[in-house]
Every structure is written in C-alpha cells, then in structure tokens.
C-alpha cells in the first residue's frame, strides 16, 4: 500500500505536469493504467515494468549527473564552488553564510554529528 500511494501521487503529478489534466483526474488514469497491465499482464508484466523504470531512472539520474559534472569541467570542487555562488546570489548571502549553509547538513539535524 505505501509503496502504490507513493508511485500514484507522484504518476498522478507527472501526468498532471504533461498534459495539464486535473490531479484528480490524472491519478485515476494511472490508476486504470496500473489495473490494465497487472490483470492483462500478470506479476510478469509488473515485474518487467519495475525493471524497465528502474532502468530509466538509473540511466536518467546517471545522464543529469554526467552533465553536470560536464558543465562544471569534471571537478567536485569547481561545482560545489559554482553551487555555492548560485546560493548565495539567489539568497543575497554572503560565499562564506553560502558555502555553511549549502555545504552544511540538512534541516532534519543540528549538527554534522548526528
């Protein structure tokens, strides 16, 4: 159940980004989509839809990092440097406020120790 409320919520905002149809709308959609492949299908076809996503998501993810790394010259350090500088533009901070709060750990933890 947890794992089939996280794909609809976010199949049913993809679809509603795409085509501009209305969330509600969107989620029952996939949700007949989902319903089609698994009755027609089976747990094969579910299967080789699990594998065929993750594959996209890996070569996708892979593809953003790549150029990524391709705008910043292949170099962590000129990329974490070009992030920090977007930050501090974009909040009117200073490199150093920038650089801790970009560099530092997330809201969920106080400190790097936890």
């Known amino acids: 159940a947890f794992y089939l ?3 609809m ?3 049913g905002q993809l679809i ?3 085509f501009g149809l209305d969330y509600n709308i969107a989620v029952v959609i996939v949700g007949l989509l989902m319903m089609a492949y698994v009755m027609f299908g089976g747990m094969l076809a579910t299967t080789w839809v699990q594998i065929i996503k993750a ?3 890996l070569c996708g993810a892979s593809f953003m990092a790549f150029m990524v790394l391709k705008a910043a010259g ?3 350090n ?3 440097e070009q992030a920090i500088v977007v930050y501090s533009q974009a909040h009117q ?3 150093t406020d920038a650089a801790a709060k970009i560099m530092g750990p997330g809201g969920l933890i106080s ?3 936890d």
């Open 5 to 7: 409320i996280a794909q």
């Open 9 to 11: 919520v976010g199949a």
């Open 16 to 18: 509603k980004l795409l």
């Open 55 to 57: 594959a996209m998501l």
């Open 74 to 76: 292949f170099s962590f």
């Open 78 to 80: 000129s990329m974490f």
């Open 93 to 95: 901070l200073s490199i």
């Open 111 to 113: 400190n790097p120790i």
